[in-house]
């Protein structure tokens, strides 16, 4: 279990650290090279995707069922992602939205029902 939190650890950081940085990211093709530049705030936060990405790939679907675990980690991602949104972008949901929420989190805990 303490992989799955370090996955979704880096997972939302990741999603969290590239929306801050969206505007220090650039890419531009000039003289048929393509230019990319970014923040260290984006670069911080594309570390921390790929650091996800690596955990799920080489650990999480090697050592749990994925028909499992699958719907667990987007759902608890997706719920975060949500309230990092609401909280430190001040984005604003729909009262469909919050339901959405709301039916996401009463899945995960029927999933986990024995």
Same mark, same amino acid.
């Given at each position: @279990? %303490? ?10 950081? #990741? /999603?969290?650290?590239?929306? %801050? #940085?969206? *505007?220090?990211? *650039?890419?531009? &093709?000039?003289? #048929? *090279?393509i230019?990319?530049? @970014?923040?260290?705030?984006?670069i911080?936060g594309?570390i ?6 690596l +955990?799920y790939?080489?650990?999480?679907i090697k *050592?749990?069922? /994925?028909s499992?675990i699958?719907? +667990? &980690?987007?759902?608890?991602?997706q719920?975060l992602?949500?309230?990092?949104g ?9 009262? @469909? #939205? ?5 039916? &996401?989190?009463?899945g995960? +805990? /029927? %999933?986990?029902l024995k």
């Amino acid at each position: @279990m %303490l992989v799955i939190s370090i996955y979704i650890f880096f997972t939302v950081g #990741g /999603l969290i650290l590239l929306k %801050l #940085g969206s *505007n220090s990211i *650039n890419v531009a &093709i000039r003289n #048929g *090279n393509i230019d990319v530049s @970014m923040g260290y705030i984006s670069i911080l936060g594309f570390i921390a995707y790929i650091i996800s990405f690596l +955990i799920y790939t080489f650990y999480i679907i090697k *050592n749990y069922n /994925l028909s499992y675990i699958y719907p +667990i &980690i987007t759902g608890l991602t997706q719920v975060l992602v949500v309230l990092a949104g609401i909280f430190i972008f001040k984005e604003h949901i729909t009262i @469909m #939205g919050g339901i959405g929420i709301i039916l &996401i989190i009463i899945g995960l +805990i /029927l %999933l986990n029902l024995k």
